[in-house]
């Protein structure tokens, strides 16, 4: 399966299926990271059950401290 992530063509062939596993796979899990999914924001309690299919777009945006 093939999604676009962040504007970039990226194959799933690893078994993940769901927003909250494509945020294991990329050790997002634990960050605050707000979630887009073909253009709607999906709500974290949504993660686990909110399904990926071949040609979704997703965008992560997380935040990094600094000063």
């Given amino acids: 399966m093939s999604i676009k992530l962040n504007g970039e063509i990226v194959d799933l062939t690893n078994g993940v299926q769901t927003i ?3 945020l294991a796979l990329y050790k997002l899990e634990d960050r ?3 979630v887009e999914h073909n253009r709607e924001i999906i709500l974290k309690e949504l993660y686990e059950s ?3 299919h ?3 777009e997703v965008e992560f945006v997380h935040f990094v401290g600094g000063g």
Wanted: proline share 0%; no cysteine; net charge negative.
């Fill in 32 to 34: 605050l990271v707000i």
């Fill in 54 to 56: 071949s040609g979704d």
């Fill in 50 to 52: 909110t399904e990926l």
């Fill in 20 to 22: 909250q596993q494509l």
